[in-house]
């Protein structure tokens, strides 16, 4: 699970999922066991070890009410990953989105919504299915009919509404174009322009987008679609 708070993401894991050169990623690794919490000052990439859910949700507070402007990411190694992520998810108030990458002819469709490259998405209606939802938000918000071919991954994020701390999550599909000739920005959700961007040149667009959406492109895998060409 990964939750990306003001663009700063914290992933919760096993000690199975954890990569053996992990260590190389981090600036600095704390066994919780041993922490010193007065002491605690977390700064650049941080992995914390034998978390429990009680300090995953200490953690959540500090990133959503006051997090160190020097913070970069946070990994929490957890030995019961379902209890951890339940404590974590008790804190806000869940809203479930779908969205996705839609891809025509080796591009893939970028919506530039609030001066950023961002992907389509919109929250789920009453009693829809997240796959149902991706390809209506994706129409509404760009006019684009897209057929669903897998799903790419799963982002959470936060943010505050109306005065509740909202935990977004959103499932992200991969389609493949069906017909662009509708195809239009929805002003309604700010959404200023449209453009379908060759995937060869989709990371220099990523500089100007958010965490959670490059997060998407780095799970996304191109070859089901390739597959789809040869039906």
């Known amino acids: 699970m990964v939750i990306f708070f003001a663009d700063r993401p914290l992933t919760i894991c096993d000690k199975k999922d954890l990569e053996e050169n992990d260590n190389a990623h981090f600036d600095h690794i704390v066994d919780v066991r041993l922490l010193n919490r007065k002491n605690l000052e977390p700064g650049g990439h941080v992995l914390f070890l034998n978390v429990t859910a009680k300090f995953a949700v200490e953690i959540v507070r500090m990133l959503r009410e006051n997090p160190p402007a020097d913070l ?4 929490l190694v957890v030995n019961d990953k379902k209890a951890v992520i339940e404590s974590v998810k008790s804190e806000f108030k869940v809203i479930k989105a779908a969205g996705g990458i ?11 919504r609030k001066k950023k490259w961002d992907l389509p998405k919109g929250k789920l209606d009453k009693d829809e299915q997240s796959k149902k939802a991706a390809v209506r938000e994706i129409f509404e918000e760009t006019g684009v009919s897209g ?12 943010y ?5 701390v ?11 174009c069906i017909s662009d000739r509708e195809m239009k920005p929805q002003v309604e959700e700010e959404i200023e322009k449209l453009e379908w961007v060759p995937l060869n040149r989709v990371k220099s667009y990523l500089v100007n987008s958010y965490s959670s959406i490059r997060y998407v492109f780095e799970c996304f895998d191109s070859e089901p679609l390739e597959a ?3 039906r």
């Open 72 to 75: 970069l990411s946070v990994k």
């Open 102 to 112: 839609v891809v025509q002819n080796d591009r893939c469709l970028l919506i530039y």
């Open 147 to 158: 057929k669903l071919v897998n799903k790419i991954c799963t982002t959470w994020h936060t």
């Open 160 to 164: 505050t509404y109306n005065n509740e």
């Open 166 to 176: 909202v935990l977004k999550r959103t499932k992200w599909f991969l389609l493949r």
């Open 228 to 230: 789809e060409k040869l």
